[in-house]
């Protein structure tokens, strides 16, 4: 009985609100919608950003390469700009880093 009005989309449950449809389909907490293809626009906050303009990814302020949203870890939020690496970021404020060799 349970079973053929789980099919059937009818009501089910202690409340005579409550519907399981058959075509429902469940995410997973880690499921999301793909990203719009293209360049996001993004308002870069402290700790965080917010996303103005749906995108797949940012530019690097310095380098100008591709920074996918998944992967954005460093801005400035004065400036307004993504970072690729670390190294970028102390190279846009000037800081004589050199890398070990």
């Known amino acids: ?7 059937a989309g009818r009501k089910v449950g202690p409340r005579c ?13 880690t499921d999301r919608p793909t990203p719009m293809p293209g360049e996001a626009d993004v308002k870069y906050l402290d700790g965080d950003f917010r996303v103005m303009r749906p995108g797949s990814f940012v530019r690097c302020a310095v380098t100008g390469v591709s920074i996918p949203l998944e992967e954005l870890r460093y801005w400035s939020v004065d400036l ?20 070990k060799t």
């Open 17 to 29: 609100d409550e519907f399981i449809l058959p075509e429902a389909k469940l995410l997973n907490r």
């Open 1 to 7: 009985m349970l079973a053929s009005r789980l099919r």
């Open 80 to 99: 307004q700009e993504a970072y690729a690496t670390p190294e970028v970021v102390l190279q846009r404020q000037g800081v004589g880093y050199r890398q």
